[in-house]
């Protein structure tokens, strides 16, 4: 049992260069146990590529990570974290599966593969199902599913391999608004009561700070970490990005167009 006080992620002084470029710099974030965390930012912001190099996928250039207090994880932290990709939801049409199916995988080590599933494995699966508000549905192909039932799935393939820090990439992408409200009513349900840490990928700003405690708004570096209900809204983001308002300046060269004009004319 890991220790409760230890937070699933702490990230320090974070840099990574992709293609020699600087992706990520000097980026801090502390993740509590429970916390529901929205993570935004602009289209190349380094979003993913934050989570690839938390899960060890991208090598970092410095800067110190720990997940569960562990800056080489052990495989017990390992598995306390699943993650679900980018395009996790978009599973090849030539596979053919049921939901059922598709959660037991989520139960899957090597060291269990070729073996008969065990009733404790069936009973993750059966509690994963019955969270992600699939129970109806399990024995469905994926694909007769609603965008946002998929995601679930998904996400109950995670839960039932015991992860307790979920990081989600993009997942309210391509479902309609009432799938998305019932996932993100999924996901506050499971930090609630599943007592799951979860830290979630955006674009949707208005759902995630409807759903999350605390956002973070990364664009290279951190501009924005605190509570949601704090968050900042996009006239000061664009001032934080360095946008200028563009109708505001061609207004400003217009007037002062018209005030040369009149100063000339004179
Ligand atoms: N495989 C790669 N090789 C080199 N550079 C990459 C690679 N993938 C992404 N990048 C670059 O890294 C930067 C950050 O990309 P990343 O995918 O992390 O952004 P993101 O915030 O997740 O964007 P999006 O919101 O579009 O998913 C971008 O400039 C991108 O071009
Ligand atoms: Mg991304």
Redesign the pocket.
């Known amino acids: 049992m890991l220790n409760s006080t230890i937070p699933p992620l702490k990230v320090d002084k974070l840099s990574v260069n992709?293609?020699g470029?600087s992706?990520l710099t000097d980026v801090c974030i502390k993740i509590n146990q429970g916390d529901f965390v929205g993570l935004v930012?602009?289209?190349?912001?380094?979003?993913?590529?934050?989570l690839l190099t938390v899960l060890g996928l991208l090598k970092s250039k410095g800067g110190t990570i720990e997940l569960y207090g562990q800056s080489n994880p052990s495989n017990d932290v390992l598995r306390k974290v699943g993650w679900v990709s980018?395009e996790a939801a978009n599973i090849s049409s030539n596979i053919h599966l049921t939901v059922r199916e598709l959660v037991q995988l989520g139960t899957l080590t090597s060291s269990n593969m070729f073996w008969r599933f065990s009733s404790e494995q069936n009973d993750r699966v059966n509690r994963a199902i019955e969270m992600a508000g699939l129970a109806e549905v399990q024995d469905s192909n994926i694909f007769h599913l609603s965008g946002g039932q998929r995601q679930r799935a998904v996400i109950a393939r995670v839960l039932a391999s015991q992860a307790e820090f979920i990081l989600l990439d993009?997942p309210l992408v391509g479902i309609d608004r009432e799938s998305r409200n019932s996932l993100l009513k999924f996901l506050d349900t499971l930090c609630h009561e599943g007592h799951k840490t979860i830290l979630m990928?955006s674009?949707d700003i208005a759902a995630i700070q409807q759903a999350s405690h605390r956002m973070i708004f990364l664009e290279e570096r951190i501009r924005y970490d605190g509570e949601s209900s704090c968050f900042p809204d996009m006239e000061y983001l664009a001032s934080l990005r360095g946008i200028q308002p563009l109708h505001e300046a061609i207004h400003k060269e217009d007037k002062l167009y018209q005030l040369t004009d009149i100063e000339d004319n004179q």
């Open positions: 992709r293609s470029r992706v930012g602009p289209n190349g912001g380094g979003k993913t590529t934050f980018q993009e990928i674009h």
